[in-house]
């Protein structure tokens, strides 16, 4: 008797477990579909406001627009290979 109460709640202690553990996974892979939505956006949105290269040329703001250029195509690349 007292072995099938154990069983009981140990059976309703994984379920509980499982469930909490799936729903923070689902948060998780909506996060990161977001999260490389925006990645996405974000590369167009560089790439539509220096479109004649204009941002590229200049010599600061090319080296710092570059930078940010990289850095969003680096994300992109890691979010194609995961998502």
Known sequence: MIGYILLVLVVLVEGYVIWN???KTERLEDWIEE??????KTQETLNQIDDKGNFEAD???GV????????VDELNQ??????
């Open 35 to 40: 999260y490389a939505e925006r990645i996405i």
């Open 21 to 23: 553990l799936t729903e």
């Open 59 to 61: 010599d600061e703001v």
């Open 64 to 71: 710092i627009f570059q930078a940010i250029k990289e850095t």
């Open 78 to 83: 890691i979010t194609e290979k995961e998502v």
